[in-house]
């Protein structure tokens, strides 16, 4: 375990120089714009996160970072499983951060001294800061799509190569069009039964909940990415 919070603390001060300059604008801007027209704009930082995944790779294949589990005592498992526990960590940090982003943006309330009051921009401004479950949703959606994201990306960059990642992404997307289409056929022909999602909560309590059971869910998902990965890598040096 300490090898890999050293491979991981070995990630971020790759990417630092590169990163967290724009990651602080961002943070700054971003968070301004929060307090003063929406809580829910804290929930694009997530967005900026990725600065600090994907420089590593190009970094890495140019300063030949790859070699060096060759020369250290670290295994190359160590060095995967650190990856993917890396690209989780930036992200659920953002998303502590956006949270108290949030907090503060809706305990201060600066809407109320801009001017006009009492027009159409203002009044959606003062119902998007009530809507509290609405701000929750998007942060804990966008923390999820990005992070499975970016972990499904470095298996496949990982496994088939940085070069195909394009092909990667083409491959992908089709196939996730053809079982859209075959899913929307069966099921207006009867031919599949009909599932039905599950509500949101209702309540912002029950909207955290579910927050939290997406992180623990993403959590798994890297770290299943992160070992299907260490295990397929492993068969190429035996």
Known sequence: MK????IMR?????????????????VVLFGILSMLFSPLIASYITFASMIFVIPLQGIADKSGFHKLYGILPVKRRSITRAR???IFLVHFLTELLEAVIICIAKGAELYRFLPNQEGETMIMVKESFADTRLTLLMM?????????????ME???QIHGRENEFKIIMITIGVI???AFLFTFLSEHDLIPVIKLPNLPESVSGMITLGAVLNVIVFGICL??????????AKREL
């Open 3 to 6: 090898d890999i919070l050293n």
């Open 10 to 26: 070995f990630d971020f001060l790759t990417a630092k120089p590169l990163a967290l300059g724009g990651m602080i604008f961002t």
């Open 84 to 86: 993917f526990l890396y």
């Open 140 to 152: 804990f959606g966008i923390f999820t799509a990005l992070c499975v994201l970016f972990s499904y």
């Open 155 to 157: 298996m496949m960059g």
């Open 177 to 179: 069009s053809l079982l």
């Open 224 to 233: 299943l990415f992160g070992e299907i990965t260490a295990n397929k890598l």
